[in-house]
């Protein structure tokens, strides 16, 4: 439909999709040294924070470098790092162990990423860049000749059927000689893009986590403001890549969070109820008894590290942020390598105003150089726990100078069906007294606004397969892996099952675009503005 219908268009001598904070840093680098360059940013959210989503403990140097006074007026939630702590659970035992080097917060903030863009988009337009919330970039424009040269917003207004409705509105054609893809991880447009160019023709696949987290309130006096308490070992068996996080705020909240590796093998794994689990642990639950929880949301990670970059240059665009996949998966952060990244695409843009020449600039700069220390600390757990902490060791105290780089591989075919997977009990139900009960009480607290009469904005290749195949040999997953329970098979009236999708409860996690073991879900854009609406996060 979208080449027979009339669009506007917006001339932008930049333009960036993704308002997170590599986005926004590099619109403001952008502008710090040419103003008069034309920018703007292109948010999906319904405004810019609401979609922001991450653990989040900041290293705050690349953003010092790019604000040298963010924190004469810090974000709302901004504490910084007093002390850390590493535990080894077992089901009902913890166990104090070394703080790996790599996970020291000296000198870091945990902060609220959804207060710190706002204040990031802020300061873009006092610079004079044109920041859009609620505009998702739904596909790239790409020229005859082969380039990138812009993005169309998706279209307003689309019925369940697919047609426009009573107030349709076509989104129109932001276009400029060089885009700059910001989505975060698994990004809809930065996938086709780099499918398109094959930017990964060179790397191994890229591997990821699914985060998910919540904010709680919580009795007067048990917080210590500062402490960074992180996890290994249980709920996980030795199998399977899990690990939690909590961050003590101030004023008697604390965020908590629980991270499962998608390479897992158990096709009946749920991250979502290994998350409560651990909230449950004896160690761990007399935290959160007589609290309240006040948010929650989820999203994938790329963490697949140095060698799953995929080439970050393409003619007429670039990736930046977690759209490249530069999460530091050991010393859990993200943040600041966003920023950096972001920072050095605005440098070498004024510079060179072309996208070319990047990748390389990137690859030798202090940011990769960080990730090829650690690259092969993740992929070590891929052969269980055990390994995994013994090559970490070895990994570290060499400073990552193994003459090896070990490899990924695409998280879904890790999945095994279920008559070649002997499952653990892993007594899911057991010890629940802590809210929330389900995943759909959860997304109660994600902020969520979906239009129900726009198409479903997941789109499944063949639902026939689901009811027949998947559920054959896979038992489906999709109702295990996602942590929002937008997947359910129901009776179809007729003796059998069907699936079907809630797509009102999309916490836009994308984990089912990634571990659905036929490859045939794809995530795309939602009306803008559409999703989870978070304020604390």
Not at 17 to 30: E, K, Y
Not at 223 to 243: C, S
Not at 393 to 417: I, Q
Request: aromatic fraction near 8%; include cysteine.
């Amino acid at each position: 439909m979208s080449a027979a219908v009339e669009r506007d268009q917006m001339e932008y001598d930049v333009v960036i999709v993704g308002g997170g904070p590599a986005g926004l840093s590099c619109a403001i680098r952008l502008k710090q040294i040419k103003p008069d360059l034309s920018v703007c940013v292109l948010e999906k959210g319904s405004a810019i924070g609401a979609h922001s989503f991450s653990g989040c403990v900041l290293e705050p140097g690349p953003l010092d470098a790019l604000l040298p006074d963010w924190r004469e007026t810090p974000p709302a939630i901004c504490v910084p790092a007093k002390r850390d702590e590493f535990l080894f659970l077992t089901k009902t035992k913890s166990y104090r162990m070394p703080t790996p080097p790599q996970m020291h917060n000296d000198g870091n903030f945990i902060i609220s990423l959804s207060m710190l863009t706002p204040i990031l988009a802020k300061r873009a337009e006092d610079l004079g860049v044109d920041v859009f919330a609620g505009f998702a970039g739904a596909e790239a424009i790409i020229s005859d000749s082969g380039s990138v040269v812009g993005v169309r917003i998706g279209d307003m207004g689309i019925e369940k059927n697919g047609e426009p409705g009573p107030n349709y509105a076509p989104g129109p054609e932001i276009r400029a000689p060089i885009t700059i893809l910001a989505e975060g991880a698994r990004g809809s447009v930065t996938k086709t893009l780099v499918k398109h160019f094959a930017l990964d023709a060179d790397c191994s696949p890229q591997t990821y986590g699914l985060g998910i987290k919540e904010l709680w309130q919580l009795p007067e006096g048990r917080v210590e403001p500062g402490f960074i308490q992180h996890t290994l070992g249980w709920p996980a068996d030795a199998n399977t890549y899990g690990g939690s996080f909590l961050y003590h705020l101030d004023q008697n909240r604390a965020y908590v969070g629980y991270v499962s590796g998608l390479d897992y093998q158990d096709p009946r794994y749920k991250p979502f109820e290994a998350f409560q689990q651990f909230k449950n642990h004896p160690s761990i639950k007399p935290f959160f008894e007589g609290g309240e929880m006040l948010a929650y949301g989820a999203r994938t990670i790329a963490a697949g590290g140095w060698q799953s970059m995929p080439k970050m240059e393409m003619p007429g665009a670039l990736l930046i942020g977690c759209a490249a996949g530069l999460v530091n998966v050991p010393k859990i952060k993200g943040v600041h390598q966003a920023i950096r990244s972001g920072a050095l695409a605005a440098e070498h843009i004024a510079e060179t105003g072309s996208s070319a020449g990047y990748d390389a600039l990137f690859r030798a700069s202090p940011a990769a150089k960080e990730l090829y220390r650690v690259r092969n600390i993740k992929p070590g757990f891929k052969k269980g726990l055990w390994f995994g902490l013994a090559n970490a060791g070895f990994e570290t105290a060499t400073g990552g100078r193994a003459p090896w780089t070990l490899k990924n591989k695409v998280d879904y075919k890790n999945l095994k069906k279920v008559a070649e997977y002997t499952s653990p009990d892993r007594h899911w139900t057991d010890h629940r007294e802590l809210k929330p009960r389900d995943r759909v009480a959860a997304v109660f607290f994600a902020g969520n606004v979906h239009d129900d009469s726009q198409p479903a904005h997941l789109r499944v290749a063949d639902t026939h397969l689901c009811a027949t195949q998947c559920a054959t040999e896979y038992g489906n997953p999709c109702q295990n892996f996602c942590p929002a329970g937008v997947y359910e098979m129901v009776d179809d009236g007729a003796g059998s099952k069907k699936l079907q999708i809630n797509a009102s409860n999309c916490v836009h996690c994308k984990a089912c675009d990634i571990k659905d073991p036929y490859a045939q879900i794809t995530w795309t854009t939602p009306e803008g503005g559409s999703g989870p609406g978070y304020q604390n996060m």
